[in-house]
């Protein structure tokens, strides 16, 4: 994955992505219009994400009956993503020896997003009166599809004083627990973009082939990519940016 990241007040990147590994499996149909040139759609189930860390100055809001009180410190979130798409590439290709080329685009359709990691709020003091807030350590088991605004597993509890009112919080937090009513998902449900790859035939029908994926599609959806960094006078905001899909493709397969 790969976008803009949250800053501080500084300008320093708050956010970071690092990349991970996992499986894509699919089949294809080609169409050849002369022995060296032709065109093929495919069909591609496709595990991709990234691991999201977010380190620095934060805030959290603690909502009760009567209202919500908002402190700042410094949050480190830690997440394993892994999306899983249907993918339908569309590709035309051309044959040199033992070698195929091909480019084309893709359209992708996002069937599950989930994440699990934690989170570790500390420095905590209340706004405006400055009252220290207990250090909290919670869990992060996110459905991105799934989950409900103020979601979470309340089987655990934590329970912190803020401004001398006790506050029940599940020890583990859904995808949208922090988010206010009205929020949509994060993850759009759609991902396009282009796709270039070169193929080797050790055989007639035996390839190992590699692939480059870039997509297009904004992934995040702006009512649902919550800042992470900073309050409007105490409202929350939300980023609107650009995220993506980057991919190398690494593949065995057999044509016939």
Not at 40 to 55: H, I, M, N, P
Request: net charge negative.
């Amino acid at each position: 994955m790969d976008g803009p990241a949250e800053t501080d007040s500084d300008g320093n990147a708050l956010e970071t992505w690092r990349n991970v590994t996992s499986f894509h499996l699919g089949m294809g149909f080609g169409y050849s219009f002369t022995d060296a040139f032709g065109v093929r759609g495919e069909l591609v189930y496709s595990r991709r994400g990234a691991k999201y860390t977010f380190d620095g100055s934060s805030y959290r809001l603690f909502r009760y009956s009567g209202g919500v009180k908002e402190a700042r410190g410094d949050s480190r979130y830690f997440i394993n993503l892994q999306n899983v798409y249907i993918d339908l590439p569309v590709l035309a290709y051309a044959r040199w020896k033992d070698f195929e080329f091909s480019a084309g685009v893709y359209g992708g359709l996002l069937v599950q997003a989930i994440g699990e990691g934690s989170l570790v709020f500390t420095g905590g003091r209340t706004v405006p009166l400055g009252n220290p807030v207990t250090d909290l350590e919670f869990n992060l088991q996110h459905n991105y599809r799934k989950d409900k605004i103020g979601g979470g597993d309340f089987g655990e509890k934590i329970y912190v004083l803020v401004d001398g009112r006790p506050i029940e919080l599940p020890k583990t937090m859904g995808a949208y627990f922090d988010h206010p009513e009205g929020s949509g998902k994060l993850y759009q449900a759609l991902d396009y973009g282009l796709v270039g790859g070169v193929s080797y035939y050790m055989s007639r029908s035996l390839f190992l082939g590699v692939r480059f994926q870039y997509g297009l599609a904004d992934i995040t959806n702006e009512a649902g990519d919550l800042a992470k960094a900073q309050t409007n006078n105490g409202q929350q905001v939300f980023r609107n940016d650009h995220d993506r899909n980057i991919l190398w493709q690494f593949s065995v397969g057999f044509g016939f």
